[in-house]
């Protein structure tokens, strides 16, 4: 049986494993979820990640988890917003800001997944994806 969403899937993992202060985590592989932990990456949440071979041999994403010094969490929090039940979609000069510009939001736009910076610098809206902070 299929996932009905696996970006919800790939954020709660990233949250739990957060939460339990793990180095890494493994993610189910698609081009969202790459694209998502590309943004993720240039926003400074996660500290690197790469795709591996599994124990069964498919191919999954592994997602570096980025801490402070002092061992603080880098990703306070990462909520989905836009779920498929119920898509929620911005034009560009609606795009919200997290934390009056703390977090990131990031966006399914025409031009390919951004944050909410980028979206506003090339004047696209479309999908907000999930807030991170």
Do not use: H
């Not at 041999?57 to 002092?70: A, I, P």
């Not at 929090?77 to 836009?82: A, N």
């Amino acid at each position: 049986m299929g996932m009905t969403d696996p970006i919800a899937d790939m954020l709660t993992r990233i949250r739990n494993a957060n939460r339990m202060k793990f180095n890494n985590v493994d993610v189910l592989l698609s081009k969202v979820n790459l694209n998502i932990a590309k943004v993720l990456n240039e926003s400074g949440y996660i500290s690197r990640f790469n795709v591996k071979k599994d124990s069964d041999g498919r191919e999954v994403l592994k997602v570096y988890l980025k801490y402070s010094k002092s061992g603080e969490k880098v990703i306070t929090d990462i909520q989905r917003v836009s779920k498929p039940g119920r898509r929620v979609y911005v034009k560009s000069e609606k795009i919200p800001k997290v934390l009056n510009g703390y977090g990131v939001a990031i966006l399914s736009t025409s031009k390919g997944i951004k944050a909410d910076k980028e979206a506003r610098k090339s004047n696209v809206g479309g999908e907000i994806l999930c807030n991170v902070w």
